[in-house]
Structures are given as C-alpha cells and as structure tokens.
C-alpha cells in the first residue's frame, strides 16, 4: 500500500514534528552559546536548523529556519532579513537528506558545499540591499574593502565575503549537526519519518 | 534564568499601542528610507524612530543593543569612505589612505538605515511582550500551531541555556579542557553542546505527547486566554503607515519614469 518513494515536500506537521522546532532553535541558540563560550571563531549558529532539516524534512527545516532568526530578531533586528536564507538552508539540508545525502560522511561534505553555496547565493542579495554587500564580520569585510577597491565589483567582492566565513562555518555546522544526527536513538528517529513501512492509524 | 525577550513594562503611550499596528509602522520604516535612497530622508526616518523609542520610555534599553552595533558601524563607515565604487574627491588623507567623500556620505546613509532598521524593531520588541504578539496574530489569522511554537520557544531557550552552564560544570568536574589552544577548545565543543542536545530531543518526544493527551491537533476554534490589546484609530495609523510605504514607492517609480 505504501509508496516507495514519496516526494520531499509531503508535508509531515505532525505535533513531534512541530515539538521539534522549538528543540531545533534552542539548539541553534545553545551552539552559538558555547561558540562564544569557547571563543571559537565560528558562528555556528544554524546547527538545530540543519539537524532538524535532517530528521523532519524541508518544510519543518524552512520553518524552523524562519522563526529562528525572527526570534534572534527580538535581541538583534539585524538578524530577521536573513531569515530567507535560514530558510534557503533549512529546505536544501532537508531535500539532500530524502534523497540519501546523509549516508557518509564525504556526502554530508557535499552537502555543506551545496548549502553553503546555495545561502550565500540568497544572502549576497540581501546583504546588497542593506548593507551594500558587506557581512558585518571583520574577516570577510576587510576581504570585502580589498576586493572592492581592485576590481570594483560590488557583487563579486559580497560574494567572496560571504563565502570566507561561510564555507568553514558551514562545513563545522554540518559535521557536528550529522554527528548528532547519527547519535540520537532510533525510536527517536522513527517519530519523525513517515515514510517507512509501519502503516500510521 | 535569562529571558530571551527584551520587553521593558513600562506605561507609555508606545506599550499602548497593539502589536499589529507596530508591525506595520517596522513595515514603514523599512520602505520608505530603503526606497527613497536619500540621505536626508535616512535621518529623519532614523530621528522618527528614535523619538518613539524615547516616547516609550525605552531609549535607554535601545542604546544598550546600539552598543553592540557601534562595531559594525565603524567598520561599513570606514570601508565605504575608503574604497566605495563612485568614490573621487578625497577630503583628507592620513598617512597615504584616502578617505573619499562620496563614500563618506553612503557610509553615513548605510547607518542611518540601520539605526532606523533597528530602531523600529526595538519599538516592537522593547514595548511589546512575545505572548501578545504571538497572540494578537493568531487572531489576525495566524496559524495556532505555529503560534504555541513561537510561545514555547521563549520558554525552551533559557532553560536550555541554564542546562548549558550544569553541563559546563559537570564536564569540568570531568576533566573536559575549555580553556586554552584552539585545538583543546574544539575538543571540547561536543561534550558540551551533545548532552543538552540529547536532553532537549528526550523533551521533544514527552512534550509532543503531552500536546497530542490535550488535543493539540483538535480542529475546533480556539479560545484566548488574554483579552485583545484595544488600541483606539489603530486603523488610521496602519492606513496611514501603508500609505507611507506607497507613496514612497511611487515617488522612486515616478522619478524613474520621468
């Protein structure tokens, strides 16, 4: 009776599911939290979006991704335009997942690659529109400063300033996100998927 | 415990008003200045912002996160006087780095944005209590699901946040390293982050539960527990905060065509 194969986007509202997002913001907030406590020099602020992302999909991945950063938005506004990229990040994590980018640990690698490409693709514009393309890290916009005055392109140097925060921060974010992902208990795991062969009532 | 909202009670004509109409003032605010592209509208935008905070009693509050801010400022101030793209006439220069005047000018235009940006959020946030919010747009049509997330999150995140302090300690007590090199720091990453993520998943499942015994799926019409914020003419100041954002538009459209 069941299909094989359903498509990533069937939405799975279930109340765990839903149950998951607020787990999934404490975990991106609790990340940043012990980022600071250690004083690493990543953000690693989007780690609960992508594990959520992974367990429950697209759907609850984007929504988990939205209502994240309008949360962060109640202490720094800054934060709420980006939502659509937390959102771009939580639906990529989400399809790759269905599709078997979680199984190893070189395609998880693949999987950061393509998330972090994808939400510098969709916060360059935004950082554009708002800040004329610079990122508010002092790393990326020294970069930034360089790139613009040898080559003037706005585009080009806002990419770049995205891309050297973001490519190691997403490759951590998502190591760490899988390696809880393999962690966490199986009857877990189960409360999640719907696509498996137990029948629901 | 920390509370992850920054809502200051105070009485004030600003904690007066609902939710809503504060939504579509931020809604203003954004538009107009971000439309316009002009430096003068920028600051007043900004000075309009800042006067409502001060109305709300909560300027000093609002300066606390414009401090975090100052950092940020600096840095898009100084990239943008140095090496902005239309950048020409040097005002002045100091030990062969030219500051540009047009770059200045964008420069401040960028911060006023922000100030203005930030400001018309804080009016929410600072004056505005989460529950209400959350409240008043789920009479507005919002979906109560989503909604009870929202609510729930202002209680998971602190508590989790205190969980984070337990588990530092109970590591330490261990021997887990949290100071020192970068390697030794990065050890201790996952020790520290896994138990409370481990923890919270354990919650998840219990308090899923709990919902479904107390029919959170139930498809019937939902009651309020708090009465609805009457704020008088909030119609006229949401029609006329739309009409801010209009016409701002249709001036930058208007001067395009022309």
Request: aromatic content about 10%; hydrophobic content about 55%; proline content about 4%.
């Amino acid at each position: 009776m069941h299909e094989k194969k359903k498509s990533p986007f069937s939405p799975r509202f279930t109340t765990a599911s839903l149950a998951l997002i607020p787990a999934a913001i404490g975990i991106n907030f609790v990340g940043k939290l012990v980022v600071s406590l250690l004083k690493l020099p990543l953000w690693m602020d989007s780690i609960g979006t992508i594990l959520a992302s992974m367990l429950a999909g697209p759907w609850i991945g984007a929504i988990a991704g939205a209502v994240n950063n309008v949360i962060y938005g109640f202490q720094d506004p800054i934060s709420i335009p980006y939502a659509l990229t937390s959102v771009a990040m939580g639906v990529t994590v989400g399809v790759m997942a269905h599709y078997g980018w979680t199984k190893s640990f070189w395609r998880v690698i693949v999987l950061a690659l393509v998330m972090c490409v994808i939400s510098t693709i969709v916060s360059v514009p935004i950082n554009i529109i708002f800040w004329e393309g610079m990122t508010g890290n002092v790393w990326g916009d020294a970069a930034y400063g360089i790139i613009l005055a040898k080559t003037h392109s706005v585009l080009l140097a806002s990419t770049i300033d995205s891309l050297i925060i973001g490519i190691p921060d997403s490759i951590a974010s998502v190591i760490i996100a899988w390696g809880l992902f393999k962690a966490l208990p199986k009857n877990l795991l189960q409360l999640y998927k719907t696509n498996t062969d137990v029948e629901e009532f | 415990m920390k509370s992850l909202s920054l809502y200051v009670e105070r009485d004030s004509f600003i904690h007066r008003v609902d939710p809503i109409t504060k939504l579509f003032y931020i809604f203003a605010a954004i538009i107009v200045p971000f439309v316009m592209k002009d430096l003068t509208v920028s600051i007043v935008c900004a000075a309009v912002s800042l006067i409502l905070l001060a109305v709300g009693k909560v300027l000093r509050n609002a300066i606390t996160v414009f401090a975090c801010l100052f950092l940020i400022m600096i840095t898009i101030f100084l990239i943008q006087a140095l090496a902005n793209i239309n950048n020409a006439t040097v005002v002045f220069s100091i030990s062969g780095i030219h500051f540009y005047a047009e770059g200045m000018i964008n420069g401040v235009k960028i911060i006023m944005r922000m100030t203005d940006m930030v400001a018309a959020f804080l009016i929410l946030i600072l004056t505005t209590k989460p529950s209400d919010l959350v409240e008043d747009l789920i009479r507005a049509g919002f979906s109560p699901r989503i909604g009870y997330v929202i609510m729930s999150i202002f209680q998971i995140v602190p508590h989790m946040a205190g969980a984070i302090d337990v588990i530092t300690d109970a590591q330490r007590a261990r021997g887990v390293e949290t100071k020192g090199s970068l390697p030794v720091r990065i050890k201790a990453f996952l020790p520290l982050l896994g138990p409370v993520v481990l923890n919270s998943f354990m919650n998840t499942k219990e308090r899923a539960m709990a919902l479904e015994v107390r029919a959170f799926d139930a498809k019937n019409k939902k009651s309020f527990l708090n009465e609805a914020v009457n704020f008088r003419h909030a119609m006229a100041y949401r029609v006329l905060f739309v009409l801010l954002a209009v016409s701002a538009v249709a001036w930058r459209a208007g001067g395009v065509l022309l």
